[in-house]
């Protein structure tokens, strides 16, 4: 749904097509390739959380160190 979402969205309000299919493959690659969650336990942080907002398109990583 959003491959056609986020770009329909970014037409619409900044007559920018192509930045936002841009946006959402990015998104796609980042939960794709990146275990962000083992790589910051892994570099010392602890308590590691992670909150989804947008429907799983915004993460937030919280984090101790």
Same mark, same amino acid.
């Given at each position: 749904h959003s491959s056609i979402f986020i770009p329909m969205v970014g037409l619409i309000f900044a007559g920018? /097509?192509?930045a936002y299919t841009y946006l959402h493959n990015s998104i796609k690659e980042f @939960?794709?390739?990146v275990d /962000?969650?083992?790589k910051l336990k892994t570099a010392g942080f602890s308590q590691v959380t @992670?909150?989804?907002y947008t429907?799983?398109?915004v993460k937030?990583?919280?984090a101790i160190k």
């Open positions: 920018d /097509l192509k @939960v794709k390739n /962000l969650v083992q @992670v909150r989804s429907f799983g398109t937030l990583y919280l």
